[in-house]
């Protein structure tokens, strides 16, 4: 059977798109894996998002990435962090907002930068002029190597964190504090006007945080009464009374909270509120 031309043209065209096509889904690994880090901070998160390159016996800083140099903190695209609030880094002000995350390595200190322009390929289109924040920070040498690219967040609390970095032989940390006292305060008065008040939180606030306790105490007794039951509330109450200076009334409620315990076989506060009976007894 004879093809017309057309027909031949139209078969390879076929062909060709089928061939785009597998092409297109073809997967395959990436030789520095990518990493998303979503850590709760303050009332917001904070999102890290990098490529982690391996050290495969290579000398990388001062080698592969020279000292003295602006480098883009991982592999592939430039790292990106972004804060969903204001923090401070190393106590310099940065308003909420995606940057990018470079930095440049030194024998004794890193100069670590947040730039405007967080979408770009490596450090190569990299403009000081875009520079939010430069902080520097010390160098920390480390015994043993670490073989991938490594960062993460520790010493997490409610108002402050530390973003570490560890590649090969080199580290830093880099200081990051949140201010979240006077919105809490504001959520708290505000939402004290709706129906549904959040008086346990409340109370939890106000204790951990050297506020008002006798408003604390008030707040915990109302969310007693959702139920009378809980040895959770009978915790916190007790561990109230007790700061306020109220060891007979801390002790009472410490014993109902172990006997509400016992009751529904809740291991875990029965321990709870009888550390604190041996607390409220001293």
Do not use: H
Request: proline share 3%.
């Amino acid at each position: 059977m004879k093809l017309s031309i057309k027909s031949v043209m139209l078969f390879v065209a076929l062909l060709s798109a089928a061939d785009c096509a597998n092409a297109q889904e073809a997967k395959f690994p990436q030789p520095s894996s990518g990493q998303t880090i979503i850590q709760d901070f303050g009332l917001g998160k904070i999102t890290l998002i990098y490529s982690r390159p391996n050290v495969k016996g290579r000398k990388i800083f001062g080698g592969m990435e020279p000292l003295g140099t602006v480098w883009r903190n991982g592999a592939n695209a430039a790292t990106r962090i972004k804060f969903t609030d204001a923090v401070k880094i190393e106590g310099k002000d940065l308003a909420a907002g995606e940057y990018g995350l470079f930095s440049i390595p030194g024998k004794n200190e890193w100069t670590v930068i947040f730039s405007k322009t967080p979408d770009q390929w490596g450090a190569y289109t990299y403009k000081e002029s875009d520079d939010v924040l430069r902080v520097s920070v010390k160098t920390t040498a480390l015994k043993d190597k670490v073989e991938t690219l490594t960062m993460q967040f520790a010493a997490v609390t409610e108002t402050s964190a530390a973003l570490n970095m560890m590649w090969e032989n080199s580290a830093y940390t880099i200081n990051i504090t949140t201010s979240i006292d006077e919105k809490v305060m504001a959520n708290i008065a505000e939402a004290m006007k709706g129906e549904k008040k959040p008086y346990f939180n409340a109370a939890l606030y106000y204790f951990q945080n050297g506020k008002d306790l006798k408003q604390a105490l008030a707040w915990m007794t109302e969310a007693e009464k959702s139920d009378q039951k809980a040895p959770w509330f009978k915790l916190w109450k007790g561990r109230i009374q007790l700061k306020m200076g109220d060891k007979a009334a801390a002790a009472i409620t410490a014993q109902q909270g172990i006997e509400a315990a016992k009751a529904q076989n809740i291991d875990e506060y029965v321990r709870l509120n009888s550390e604190l009976l041996a607390q409220a007894k001293k």
